[in-house]
């Protein structure tokens, strides 16, 4: 029983355009959370800075819409938007945690709170009579990439091809940010930074202007993740939407050990679970299913699968000069 | 012989102004981070208010005005009002001092919501299985179930940091995490579901629950109260009594002792020879216990039903949190700032419903704290600030040592991570 519902949904097209979408979905948090936590700045803010980028997504596309600028100029927007809404919170976090030598978990906890409490706040003050924000019409809303009639392959076309804008995006992103971590100078300084400062810094390394810049890009990355959420997927805003995504992404980040590579495999694992708690929705597992990331991850940390390190000098904030 | 470089001074010799001084120094040690913490977001919360102006009706300064006076009233206006504040201080504390042991330890328990909803759900569905028991048997048996539940789900972060290095804080998000899908799991499934309500599990019987407050208190000075009005239960005394029972752990036993010791320094404490595994384990499923037992507290005094994602969207967790970190773990910080957060919280029915502003302002204004309280902004205003309002220069009471995987001892504080310690790998070193 249990293996003809399991093999019934892992046949079926639909699950895995449902993988594929939440993997991309979160596979843009979790590379911010790589890039901050290679830089040596612990991330778990990823969930607010997200939650920032949907609401921003929405509001700005709705009022350039409102003042008349066309469709998809007024989505372009929205998505810049949702990127520096995601940076602006993001650049709080570095200030904090970079400049103010904050523990970077209070920080990030905070930095999560604030973006809970400031979109809904928002929300009630500029939408009428505070009753919460309109669905978005199909024309406001991201688009899926026109493949033209690769989309009409039978099973691969809907997974494959008929994926939102921004699920191409992130797969750049994604092969960008292993080959800039990886394979550049830039990407060498960064991990130095996250293991060594001091020896980074008397290399010539800027230790601070580089982990604000990597805590900034996390911000940026899950700005859009809150994008492609609000915009792609949902067409609506609505109070604490992301639920739990950005932790997911976290869980993400450790299981995939800290790299761009690993993370987007960890995104697919978690996004299967999540594409298969559709199919497997006879077998009344109910939300158990959506434990699934969480498990493995722990299963993860403990050693079983490989332990995971994160970079050494990861959440110790940097003071040069003094001994 | 010894010769003592300074006359001890007795209290005869020093004059009333001195002492005065003294304990204004003290004080102010004590508080001063605090109290301008607090001070700061709620500055900055009036700047919120007078960007937003949500209520256009009046000026936008009398909007910070009404927003603060009706949070005041709203929450200790009135006997009724400050019973709904305890009923939502209660919880808070037993969460609170949850997060603040095992900040003692140097650990970050981020897992309260998590232990919190296996307490709960273990509360309920006891409360729904065993009906026919008596309430002096039902309750203590359902109270003591979930202090076990929130023990096992911390000690399974203790053994793991323990044992196997995995850091707690990532630990405790993905704990919370299957603890709210597992509880959401039993309360969709048919045996604890309501009939009618959707996504609801049954109301637990009276036999179940914790009486009112009001209840003994019509009793025994023989007044009229009515339970409805005032609302808070009897677990407020149980409250005040983890209060007392963390104060004398961390205080007056030799593990509170040992605890701040692998807080403050894992390797001193390991040459010291304090087990540090055990210890860990042992904090956490202490932690753990304070908040199972908030989530039955809260159910079964207040509550009666838990409903689906109710866990996964409240944020008590987060509020433990700042409570913790705001009253500096201390027994008496927890218990005053818990009053300040809980009225906070209380306060938001009045402020919306009076000043039209969103309650959500509340968070933001708790996010602040949060801010106020962990970056250092303090050096650079202790420079500026007149001699009598300094503050301790005591070791905080969060170890620096807690920030990262693994425990990290930087002994020069400049971020080299040669000094690491794994608690694990402790043993291993010689």
Known sequence: ?323 | MAVPLKQPETKEQRSAASLLAQWTRKVGAALGGPILAVLFALIAGAIVILITWPDKTVDPFRNIYNAYTTLFTGSFGSPTKISNTLVVVTPLIFTSLSVAIAFRAGLFNIGAAGQLAVGAMTADVIGLTYTSWPSWLLVPTMLLASILAGAVWGGIVGFLKAWRGAHEVVTTIMLNWIAFYVTDYLISSPRFTAPLGVGETNALPDNATLPPMVNYINQFFGTQLNPFLYRVDISILFALIAIVIYWFITSRTTFGYEIRVIGQNPKAAHYAGIPIKRNTFLVMAIAGAFSGLAGAVSLMGQEITLSLTGFSQSTTGFDAIAVALLGRTTAIGVLISSLFFGGLRSGTTDMQAIAHIDPNLVLIIEALVLFFIAAEFLPVLRRAMPGWVQWSRKPTLVPTASVTPGTDVTENGNGDAQNRVEISDLDKEE
């Open chain 1, 1 to 323: 029983m249990f293996f003809q519902v399991l093999f019934k949904g892992l046949i079926s097209s639909n699950t895995w355009y449902a993988t594929l979408q939440f993997a991309g979905l979160l596979i843009l948090p979790a590379l911010g959370g790589v890039i901050s936590e290679r830089s040596g700045v612990v991330n778990i803010a990823m969930e607010g800075m997200m939650l920032t980028g949907a609401f921003a997504s929405v509001m700005i596309t709705l009022a350039m819409h409102n003042i008349g600028l066309p469709d998809f100029l007024s989505v372009i927007l929205g998505v810049l938007g949702a990127i520096l809404a995601g940076g602006l919170m993001a650049l709080i976090h570095a200030l904090v945690s970079i400049n103010f030598k904050a523990n970077q978990i209070i920080s990030g906890i905070a930095i999560n709170i604030i973006a809970l409490g400031l979109t809904s706040y928002l929300v009630f003050i500029l939408t009428p009579s505070g009753q919460g924000v309109p669905s978005l019409p199909g024309n406001l809303r991201l688009p899926t990439f026109p493949w033209g009639p690769l989309a009409s392959i039978p099973f691969l076309g809907l997974a494959l091809f008929q994926q939102n804008v921004i699920f191409y995006l992130a797969l750049l992103i994604l092969f960008g940010a292993q080959f800039l971590l990886f394979r550049t100078n830039i990407g060498l300084r960064i991990r130095a930074v996250g293991e060594h400062p001091k020896a980074a810094d008397t290399a010539g390394v800027n230790v601070r202007l580089l982990r604000y810049m990597c805590v900034i890009s996390s911000g940026l990355l899950s700005g859009l993740a809150g994008a492609y959420l609000a915009l792609g997927v949902s067409g609506i805003f609505l109070d604490n939407m992301t639920n739990g995504r950005g932790f997911i992404a976290l869980a993400a980040v450790i299981f995939g050990k800290y790299t761009a590579i690993g993370a987007a495999i960890a995104c697919l694992i978690f996004g299967l679970g999540n594409g298969l708690s559709f199919a497997l929705q006879d077998l009344n597992l109910g939300s158990l299913l959506n434990t699934l990331p969480y498990v493995f991850t722990l299963i993860a940390l403990v050693g079983l699968v490989g332990r995971t390190t994160p970079p050494a000098a990861d959440g110790i904030p940097y003071e040069p000069g003094s001994e």
